[in-house]
């Protein structure tokens, strides 16, 4: 079921026109990823939907809601570069977010207990936040977003900014909160988008170009490749391969090179006869199928 129905968005700054019609829903208790390059109307797509920016046309309406009622109850948010009060321990601030958020005192304590659990910080709860680490603060901040139990939770680029292991922890967590909410979270890390979404919403240029599961992106784009990584330059021993009817195209980038093929079937064995017959200096050898990064390469032309 549909929790969000977005119809024509569109905003202008100005007399510039950054977000050009946009039409879409959101699944109840899915996950959704928006991707797009820097400066595609992530932000600002985000910011209409949490009601900080009014649309300059279209409308969003929320399943079962009606135009009088506030929807901040229902939606949480965490920007792009979240702002704290430093002096406050993470209880503090949680319990002060709580409040702000309509929570009684009992409750803004009780939740802010469990949130501390949930999000992985609460052997720090009594630290004071300016002595936190990136991650600490953007898992603090996702907590406070999801204080007063949204149905939506959004979140701008919530992993961009952190080191791998800060990264990892908060994808975990995304997938926790799935439990919890429908998220809708911007990124431009395709891989990100990959492992912890339902769905895609690739925005280029203020439209969306495509949308879809990873499954139906691979009905539609299917295309297979084999990738293969050499100890030196592969170009050589690929030549013979450029004429085949059935590939597509070479892509060599270093010492890797990925084949795109129409039949799979017709080129992998003639590949690995080449290799053993040549005595191809090959380190790997793999089949693959597309990922979201082939998708976004041939949605936005490149
Ligand atoms: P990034 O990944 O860099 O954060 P984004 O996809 O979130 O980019 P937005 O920040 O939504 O993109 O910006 C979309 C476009 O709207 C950009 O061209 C930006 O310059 C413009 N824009 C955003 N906010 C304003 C504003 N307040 N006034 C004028 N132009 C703006």
Same mark, same amino acid.
């Given at each position: 079921?549909?929790?969000?129905?977005?119809?024509?968005?569109?905003?202008?700054?100005?007399?510039?026109?950054?977000?050009?019609?946009?039409?879409?829903?959101?699944?109840?208790?899915?996950?959704?990823?928006?991707?797009?390059?820097?400066?595609?109307?992530?932000?600002?797509?985000?910011?209409?939907?949490?009601?900080?920016?009014?649309?300059?046309?279209?409308?969003?309406?929320?399943?079962?809601?009606?135009?009088?009622?506030?929807?901040?109850?229902?939606?949480?948010? #965490?920007?792009?570069?979240?702002?704290?009060? +430093?002096?406050?321990?993470?209880? !503090?601030? *949680? %319990?002060?977010?709580? &409040? /702000?958020?309509?929570?009684?005192?009992?409750?803004?304590?009780?939740?802010?207990?469990?949130?501390?659990?949930?999000?992985?910080?609460?052997?720090?709860?009594?630290?004071?936040?300016?002595?936190?680490?990136?991650?600490?603060?953007?898992?603090?901040?996702?907590?406070?977003?999801?204080?007063?139990?949204?149905?939506?939770?959004? #979140?701008?680029?919530?992993?961009?900014?952190? +080191?791998?292991?800060?990264?990892? !922890?908060? *994808? %975990?967590?995304?997938? &926790? /909160?799935?439990?919890?909410?429908?998220?809708?979270?911007?990124?431009?890390?395709?891989?990100?988008?990959?492992?912890?979404?339902?769905?895609?919403?690739?925005?280029?240029?203020?439209?969306?170009?495509?949308?879809?599961?990873?499954?139906?992106?691979?009905?539609?784009?299917?295309?297979?490749?084999?990738?293969?990584?050499?100890?030196?330059?592969?170009?050589?021993?690929?030549?013979?391969?450029?004429?085949?009817? !059935?590939?597509?195209?070479?892509?060599?980038?270093?010492?890797?090179?990925?084949?795109?093929?129409?039949?799979?079937?017709?080129?992998?064995?003639?590949?690995?006869?080449?290799?053993?017959?040549?005595?191809?200096?090959?380190?790997?050898?793999?089949?693959?199928?597309?990922?979201?990064?082939?998708?976004?390469?041939?949605?936005?032309?490149?």
């Amino acid at each position: 079921m549909a929790l969000i129905h977005v119809e024509n968005l569109e905003k202008s700054f100005k007399d510039i026109k950054v977000i050009k019609g946009l039409n879409f829903e959101l699944e109840a208790g899915k996950c959704v990823a928006l991707i797009g390059a820097n400066g595609a109307g992530k932000t600002t797509t985000l910011k209409m939907l949490s009601g900080l920016l009014k649309p300059s046309h279209g409308s969003i309406c929320f399943e079962g809601v009606k135009k009088r009622d506030d929807i901040r109850k229902l939606i949480g948010y #965490l920007p792009q570069h979240p702002v704290f009060y +430093d002096w406050m321990t993470a209880s !503090e601030f *949680l %319990e002060y977010a709580g &409040k /702000l958020s309509g929570l009684s005192t009992m409750e803004a304590k009780q939740r802010s207990y469990e949130l501390l659990e949930l999000v992985g910080i609460s052997d720090a709860r009594n630290k004071r936040i300016s002595k936190y680490s990136g991650g600490m603060k953007q898992r603090l901040g996702i907590a406070q977003a999801v204080i007063h139990r949204p149905k939506l939770i959004m #979140l701008d680029e919530p992993v961009s900014a952190l +080191d791998p292991f800060g990264r990892r !922890e908060v *994808l %975990e967590l995304l997938e &926790k /909160l799935k439990d919890e909410a429908t998220v809708l979270f911007s990124t431009h890390i395709l891989n990100d988008a990959e492992e912890v979404c339902e769905s895609i919403i690739f925005l280029h240029k203020g439209q969306i170009i495509e949308s879809g599961t990873m499954n139906e992106f691979r009905e539609k784009y299917q295309q297979s490749k084999i990738d293969l990584v050499f100890q030196e330059s592969p170009e050589v021993y690929l030549n013979a391969l450029t004429d085949h009817p !059935e590939v597509i195209s070479i892509q060599v980038e270093g010492y890797k090179a990925s084949i795109l093929v129409n039949d799979l079937n017709a080129v992998k064995g003639l590949v690995l006869n080449m290799a053993v017959q040549g005595d191809w200096p090959l380190y790997k050898y793999e089949i693959s199928s597309i990922t979201l990064e082939d998708v976004f390469m041939k949605v936005v032309g490149k």
